[in-house]
T-cell receptor
Framework: DAKTTQPNSMESNEEEPVHLPCNHS???????IHWYRQLPSQGPEYVIHGLTSNVNNRMASLAIAEDRKSSTLILHRATLRDAAVYYC????????????FGTGTRLTVIP | NAGVTQTPKFQVLKTGQSMTLQCAQDMNHNSMYWYRQDPGMGLRLIYY???????DKGEVPNGYNVSRLNKREFSLRLESAAPSQTSVYFC???????????FGQGTRLTVV
């Protein structure tokens, strides 16, 4: 399984942008980059995913490096409800097509 | 739209007992997954089903069996529960390999 590296924790002030980094130097050409988040006592929730180009949706933006070895999840204005563990995942297009969850980044939002 | 529904939400078992965790999705998804999450850790894949009628082992399949009963339902069975299987279990589904996965709310299992 392709692996990702994320900081264990980050803090952000409420209503400020948050940039959550992820390194995935062993990414293969067909791996999609997925981001999920997990709020306390809940199942993971899909945030965004992409392959090569930057992506935007109502929740966040995903910026993917040109060499695809790193990516950044951008929350444009952090709210208290965004406090969660954020997982950066490479989803393989072969085999189990598993979402391999590492330990993620715990985001704390400060009021 | 209920999404992915897991039952039960909580369960306590004695060592050696058996039980089945149920999972159903109403989104007509092809793929379904079972994960476990231990305290402070990410999720690990137990078994998956790429399509109706097929199942395959994931990272940590020992001690578990699964059944893809139909397109909607994917159950996880513990034949002889052990304390090491104390965990939170999540079921997930996705339409295909390229789309997002949807997760249930989890089953918190304690084996004493």
């Amino acid at each position: 399984d392709a692996k990702t590296t994320q900081p264990n924790s980050m803090e952000s002030n409420e209503e400020e942008p948050v940039h959550l980094p992820c390194n995935h130097s062993t990414i293969s050409g067909t791996d999609y980059i997925h981001w999920y988040r997990q709020l306390p006592s809940q199942g993971p929730e899909y945030v965004i995913h992409g392959l090569t180009s930057n992506v935007n949706n109502r929740m966040a933006s995903l910026a993917i490096a040109e060499d695809r070895k790193s990516s950044t999840l951008i929350l444009h204005r952090a709210t208290l409800r965004d406090a969660a563990v954020y997982y950066c995942i490479l989803r393989e297009q072969t085999g189990a097509n598993n979402l391999f969850f590492g330990t993620g980044t715990r985001l704390t939002v400060i009021p | 739209n209920a999404g992915v529904t897991q039952t039960p939400k909580f369960q306590v078992l004695k060592t050696g007992q058996s039980m089945t965790l149920q999972c159903a999705q109403d989104m007509n998804h092809n793929s379904m997954y079972w994960y476990r999450q231990d305290p402070g850790m990410g999720l690990r894949l137990i078994y998956y089903s790429a399509s109706e009628g097929t199942t395959d082992k994931g990272e940590v399949p020992n001690g578990y069996n699964v059944s893809r009963l139909n397109k909607r339902e994917f159950s996880l069975r513990l034949e002889s529960a052990a304390p090491s299987q104390t965990s939170v279990y999540f079921c997930a589904s996705s339409l295909n390999r390229d789309t997002e996965a949807f997760f249930g709310q989890g089953t918190r299992l304690t084996v004493v």
